[in-house]
């Protein structure tokens, strides 16, 4: 039963639009925070089941800055390479799509008598409420850790789940698409086969920060610290400063028009070499 239903599950990811799908066992949770284990969002869950779906290379790769009468841009933007408002908008349609994928797969695992939770692509900003309460007083960081987590990781679940490792830049690397991937994940107490957990070596930073550390020289807000040290764990990778990646990222993509869904950066992810396509003839 186990392989069949693992099969099935496997099956109809692909054909809701997975390009890639991975399970991975609940027992690999250990050392999760505190309130984001599997088993502490969904009681007697066993499977965490990890699907993702890649941007367009024509849209990431090709992508040109914004324009100047479009945004307030940093200047160290200009010489990046600053992904498009299209990337931008893909980004959004792609959590989009992922969350209606993940609740269908959910609708699946419970038509076949199991539980099933969807964690979205994108984490709510739960907090919203009470960052604009101004009767109540919340330290910024402490906001971003409460109200701005998903319910669970969706890039360790994907390590767990055999499809990629977490890279220098804070972001999942996967064999053939590098960090160009958005991602959604299931939690169920369905009795699934897990796959066998990522363990090979896609990131040259993580094993020497001398030989590659473009992610890090990218970042024009320095979110990304130098890394010092040899990252030998798929698991592990250099801490970003999520903190300042947010509100540095939104003060300098301010679109004029107030338009926030550009306001998403992505240049650590454009500048990876894991994944980048090769032009034609080549």
């Excluded at 099935?8 to 309130?35: T, W």
Aim: glycine fraction near 8%; charge should be positive; hydrophobic fraction near 35%.
């Amino acid at each position: 039963m186990h392989k069949k239903l693992t099969e099935d599950i496997k099956s109809c990811a692909r054909k809701l639009g997975a390009k890639m799908v991975g399970i991975a066992s609940v027992e690999r949770f250990e050392g999760a925070p505190e309130g984001f284990h599997p088993e502490e969002i969904l009681p007697g869950a066993t499977s965490v089941v990890v699907i993702a779906i890649p941007l367009l290379y024509g849209v990431v790769e090709k992508s040109n800055p914004f324009k100047p009468y479009e945004t307030y841009i940093h200047p160290h933007t200009w010489k990046t390479g600053m992904p498009n408002r299209e990337y931008a908008v893909q980004y959004v349609s792609l959590n989009a799509k992922l969350d209606r994928m993940a609740q269908e797969l959910g609708y699946m695992l419970e038509d076949r008598g199991f539980y099933a939770f969807p964690v979205h692509s994108s984490a709510p900003s739960a907090g919203s409420g009470l960052e604009m309460n101004e009767e109540i007083d919340i330290d910024p960081r402490e906001s971003m850790e409460k109200y701005r987590r998903g319910d669970i990781s969706h890039r360790h679940a994907a390590v767990l789940a055999g499809l990629g490792e977490i890279g220098l830049n804070n972001l999942l690397l996967t064999p053939k698409y590098g960090p160009r991937v958005r991602l959604a994940s299931v939690i169920t107490d369905a009795p699934l086969t897990a796959d066998k957990p990522f363990s090979k070596d896609l990131c040259i930073g993580k094993q020497d920060p001398l030989r590659c550390n473009v992610c890090i020289k990218s970042c024009p807000f320095g979110a990304l610290p130098d890394a010092k040290a040899v990252l030998t764990d798929p698991l592990r990778y250099n801490v970003v400063d999520k903190f300042k990646c947010f509100t540095e990222s939104g003060k300098s993509l301010q679109m004029v028009l107030g338009n926030w869904v550009h306001a998403i950066c992505g240049i650590c992810m454009k500048a990876c070499p894991i994944g980048k396509k090769l032009s034609k003839g080549i």
